[in-house]
């Protein structure tokens, strides 16, 4: 059996030259990454995720959840060079726009907070991770089997919530069910 096609998505650009942009997480509830596999994928499972910040110092939440079919509106959306194939040399890319596969990318699709984010009203989410207070970074891997998977069509989204505005790298390790 062959390894699922994974791939690798930071809250920022692809890094070429520079390191990637720390972003900032803002005082209220912020989706700090968003990604929306497209409804033509069937699923998309999550593998691992996780963050880093600038300060542990500060007290606050992270969560992983699925937003269901409410996005949020990001600051910067994802291009096709930002989805990175992870675990398989031969992944097909992603293709580009609003109905790009695996993810669609656009700003109030799959993208990711440099700025104040409008986050829309969610009434049907599904949490899959949480953390209260980190103090230090944060990686959770499922067990084989055990990964949780958003539908297609629904919104993953990375949120924080900070006392005080940090700043953070958040990633995901994703592989799609056609």
Known sequence: MAAPR?????????????????QPTGTAIRTMMQLAPSANVGFMKI????????????AGEV???????VFATMSTAYAVADI???????????????????????TALSGFATA???????????????????QGPYVKQWPLDLEPQIIGGNGLR????????VNAYCYAIVSFGY
């Open 47 to 58: 593998h691992e995720w996780g963050f880093s910040l600038d300060s542990y110092a500060v």
């Open 6 to 22: 994974t791939y690798l998505i930071h809250n920022s650009a692809m890094v070429t030259t520079a390191a990637p942009v720390k």
């Open 158 to 165: 990375i949120r924080m919530t900070f006392g005080t505005s």
């Open 63 to 69: 969560e992983l959840l699925d937003a269901g079919t």
């Open 84 to 106: 990175q194939p992870h675990g398989d040399a031969e992944a097909p890319a992603n293709t580009s726009g609003s109905s790009g596969l695996p993810l669609n990318l656009g």
């Open 116 to 134: 104040a984010v409008t986050e829309g009203t969610i009434t049907a989410a599904r949490m899959k991770d949480l953390q209260l207070d980190p």
